[in-house]
């Protein structure tokens, strides 16, 4: 056990009669970066939830840092930090009051409680604003004081919620190495993606969930390797033509290695050596109202849609949408 | 418990002291309310005696009449005095009122959710918000009175500090009273509109049905009966008693009342708002 941050034991949430999450379980060990991978509504925020004692399980435990998040949820909270998928900073006051606010509610005191408030501003790179009301911080800006606040008593076990969410690709990577920084100082992490390359990138073990369900779970590259050989995409014009398409290819190459995805705007063809069977499979293709062709190399994407019969991508949230949601909150 | 509790309520007074269009309105209300009703009632001023109509000692005479008319209906000189000096109590009702809709503010901005993952007890929660409306009250009722003294306010002859901590503990006892009532609604609901339509219901009935702004014993008998059963009657009796120096029969009855009226609210309000807080 205690070489284990997080033993979630059977964890199931349902409200009403949704299903929500629904008998996960999984470990993670002291240090360890974890990803949980899955599209929308796959129960991703609720599994946080019920670690980060926000939220009782149905059913189910967990043991965070070896205590019980149902029975022991106050010595969990002092272990933990969590960075929310929703905002959570106080607008109306400055970067610099919500920061040192957080850091008296984990209980340092004085002199002390500046220090580590100055420490983290620091460290997002958002002392010069300090003093700024938060209302008046760009989205990046509000992202890492959300980091800032949940770092100042410095945690041993982070939960990091969607953290890139609505970030540009230069604030992500700058994330990304904030990630690192803190996996070298030998903080575990648990966080949420539906950014494929983004668990790739920086997690030790991914999880892929749907549904509620883990589907699969393991290092990025074992994940990877389930799929043998290559994956031929093809993307039709017309989704209506998907069932023509599928059993013209059935033909070409045998059944079970041709299958429909995202509604059929998608024909997935799985091969041993693209290189070879494309030049019949483009003449079979002749006729159909074709938009691509794509031979793709196997990645967590691939393995998401091996799982789920579903794409990860189509389901992930844009920065546009992203600010929807958010003004929805308010 | 008190070291979280004094840390969120330092919260609350910044956020209070930082809102200056607020702070200013929240003290220009209450003098409104006070100059419209007080001084536009003022009987008093109907037989002026700089210019009076018949001979002074007719004048004399006749003020003397209509003075003890109104020490009789009011128990005040003037209307100016009465209303001031209930007015506080309603004001505390409605600060307490605000406590209610800033904390369903700080679960739809998601602060309460850093708040509930925070390693801190959940009372201290609720009880920042009713020290938030303690501070706001005392520092009101303060600036109120003061302004009221410069516009002709009659305290009461040879009033004391202790008079004025009398006062000032009644309008405690109102604020600690109705925020746990408010904020513990609050704490298990998602919408400020719920609580501004249940604050409409029974605000201004609360205010109309008690002796804050008009006396008990000028109501018809229906309403007396309902003004007996209503905390802001004890405590405007109670302010005015201090005050003013209202008689009032008993004060400590209507102290014992709002005591309990407080803590049981307290006691009620505390749980209730924590069970709001592990809502789903
Ligand atoms: N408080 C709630 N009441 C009712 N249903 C809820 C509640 N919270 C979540 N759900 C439902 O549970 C399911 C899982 O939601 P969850 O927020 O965990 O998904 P997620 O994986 O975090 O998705 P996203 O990528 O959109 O953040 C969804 O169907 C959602 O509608
Ligand atoms: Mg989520």
């Known amino acids: ?330 | 418990m008190l070291y979280e509790t004094l840390v969120l309520l330092r919260r609350e007074v910044v956020k209070w002291v930082n809102r200056r269009p607020v702070l200013v309105i929240s003290i220009v209300t209450p003098l409104f309310w006070i100059l419209l009703f007080g001084k536009s009632f003022n009987l008093l001023r109907l037989i002026s005696l700089e210019a009076p109509p018949f001979p002074a000692p007719l004048a004399e005479a006749f003020q003397r009449y209509v003075s003890s008319l109104l020490v009789e209906l009011f128990g005040t000189l003037d209307y100016f005095t009465y209303v001031t000096s209930g007015i506080l109590v309603v004001f505390a009702l409605f600060q307490s009122m605000f406590s209610g809709v800033s904390v369903v503010f700080d679960k739809r901005l998601g602060y309460l959710t850093r708040l509930l993952v925070a390693p801190i007890p959940r009372g201290s929660i609720f009880l920042a918000k009713v020290g938030g409306t303690l501070f706001r009250v005392t520092v009101l009722s303060a600036v109120l009175l003061l302004i009221a003294d410069m516009a002709g306010f009659r305290f009461k002859e040879g009033i004391s500090i202790i008079d004025l901590l009398g006062a000032w503990i009644v309008v405690l006892l109102v604020a600690s009273g109705f925020t746990s009532i408010f904020s513990s609604i609050a704490f298990h609901i998602n919408n400020q509109e719920v609580l501004f339509a249940l604050a409409n219901l029974v605000n201004l009935p609360l205010m109309f049905t008690s002796s804050a702004i008009f006396p008990v014993e000028q109501m018809p008998e229906w309403l007396r009966s309902i003004a007996v059963l209503n905390p802001l009657t004890y405590a405007a009796d109670l302010t005015r008693y201090f005050l003013v120096g209202k008689e009032i029969g008993d004060p400590i009855t209507g102290l014992a009342v709002l005591l309990v009226f407080a803590s049981a609210s307290l006691l009620a309000g505390y749980h209730v708002s924590v069970k709001g807080m592990e809502k789903d």
């Open chain 1, 1 to 330: 056990m205690e070489s284990h941050a997080i033993v979630a034991d059977r964890l199931v949430k349902t409200y009403g009669n949704l299903v929500a999450v629904s008998d996960v379980s999984f470990s993670i060990g002291r240090g360890e970066t974890f990803a949980l991978l899955g599209p929308n509504g796959a129960g991703k925020t609720t599994t946080i939830k019920m670690l980060s004692t926000l939220t009782k399980p149905s059913s189910g435990d967990a043991l965070v840092g070896g205590y019980s998040v149902v029975r022991e949820p106050l010595k969990v909270r002092r272990l933990i930090g969590l960075v929310p998928q929703d905002l959570t900073a106080d607008d109306e006051m400055t970067g610099w009051e919500n920061v040192l606010v957080s850091a008296r509610l984990y209980g340092i005191r004085g002199k002390k409680a500046e220090e580590e408030a100055k420490r983290v501003l620091e460290l997002l790179g958002l002392w010069e604003h300090r003093d700024r009301r938060v209302a008046t911080y760009s989205g990046g800006m509000r992202r890492k004081l959300e980091i800032a606040m949940s770092l100042v008593h410095s945690p041993e076990i982070l939960f990091l919620d969607e953290p890139t969410l609505g970030l540009d690709v230069q604030s992500r990577r700058h994330l990304w190495d904030y990630v690192f920084m803190l996996k070298r100082q030998g903080v575990t992490i648990m966080l949420t993606t539906h950014y494929m390359e983004e668990a790739e990138h920086l997690s030790d073990r991914v999880a892929i969930i749907d549904h509620g369900r883990i589907v699969a779970e393991g290092a990025p590259e074992e994940l990877k390797s389930r799929i043998r050989g290559d994956r031929i995409h093809v993307e039709l014009a017309d989704p209506r033509e998907a069932d023509k398409v599928v059993s013209a290819l059935n033909e070409l190459l045998g059944p079970s290695s041709v299958e429909p995805a995202s509604g059929g705007q998608v024909v997935v063809i799985s091969v041993q050596e693209a290189s070879s069977v494309l030049p019949d499979i483009i003449r079979a293709l002749t006729g159909y109202r074709v938009k691509s062709v794509n031979v793709v190399k196997p990645n967590l994407e691939e393995v998401f849609l091996e799982l789920t019969g579903r794409s990860l991508r189509e389901e992930s949230m844009d920065p546009a949408r992203f600010r929807l949601h958010l003004r929805r909150l308010r």
